[in-house]
């Protein structure tokens, strides 16, 4: 009886372990702060290098493209619209990419996207200034991707392209902890302030290279965002030594 007890025991904390470590490959902070600094970046490349077009911030494309279209500058506002449904396009893929591939053995679908992300922002980099629509499109189909598929950082919600809901987050974590004293809420306030220190960051490097580099500043990104891949890929090995010890 306690034998048996004590295989069940070892079979609960082996799965508790996977579980954990398997939820933590993907949000855990070390890898968000790439994911983080790439998608700063790629804001500031399209808006300082390709006509000044947000590729994270659908908000401000809306407004420019109302203000644009109110004034009958129709082609101008075609101009912010393009990223829009590119953008949608790129949450339908991501949730396609997961339905298809979530399930199976090898390679986790969180890596697939970063892959697809990286062939997508090297092929950006080769578009010449007179096909700034289409390498619009392109950066923001992708961010779409990753703000679908990085969703949580530590297990909270997160984004890794824009900065309004971590900011929110944050200053709701900092008065729970102003009023409960539970440090909890206080590590999260602080995960959330990396997260939009990490964006800022990335902004500025954005701001101060795209002028220099070029075009081919975004293959930064692509450098970034293959750091997150590696560590994807350690923190699974991780997990499946910790789970072989239990």
């Known amino acids: 009886m306690i034998h048996r007890w004590e295989a069940k025991a070892r079979m609960s904390m082996q799965t508790i372990l996977k579980g954990k470590h398997r939820g933590q490959m993907s949000d855990a902070f070390v890898t968000t702060?790439?994911?983080t600094v790439s998608g700063?970046?790629?804001d500031a490349y399209t808006y300082f290098t390709?006509?000044?077009?947000?590729?994270?911030a659908q908000t401000g494309n809306v407004v420019w493209m109302s203000e644009r279209f109110f004034r009958g500058e129709w082609a101008e506002g075609l101009r912010y619209l393009i990223p829009i449904l590119a953008f949608m396009?790129?949450?339908l893929a991501a949730e396609r990419l997961r339905h298809h591939t979530r399930d199976r053995q090898g390679m986790h679908w969180r890596q697939l996207v970063l892959l697809v992300e990286m062939a997508l922002l090297v092929a950006v980099g080769f578009l010449p200034l007179s096909m700034n629509e289409l390498a619009n499109a392109l950066v923001s189909f992708v961010c779409a991707m990753q703000v679908q598929a990085f969703r949580k950082i530590n297990g909270h919600p997160f984004a890794s392209t824009m900065c309004i809901g971590n900011l929110r987050s944050g200053v709701e974590a900092l008065d729970l902890f102003?009023?409960?004293?539970d440090r909890d809420h206080l590590?999260?306030?602080g995960q959330y302030g990396g997260a939009l220190l990490c964006f800022a960051i990335g902004a500025g490097l954005g701001s101060a290279v795209s002028p220099a580099m070029g075009v081919k500043a975004i293959w930064l990104c692509c450098a970034l965002l293959l750091v997150s891949f590696a560590l994807m890929f350690v923190r699974e090995e991780e997990a499946k030594r910790e789970g072989e010890a239990v």
């Open 33 to 35: 702060v790439f994911l």
């Open 40 to 42: 700063g970046f790629q």
């Open 50 to 56: 390709r006509g000044n077009v947000y590729a994270n």
């Open 89 to 91: 396009l790129g949450v």
């Open 178 to 181: 102003a009023r409960t004293r």
């Open 187 to 189: 590590r999260r306030a």
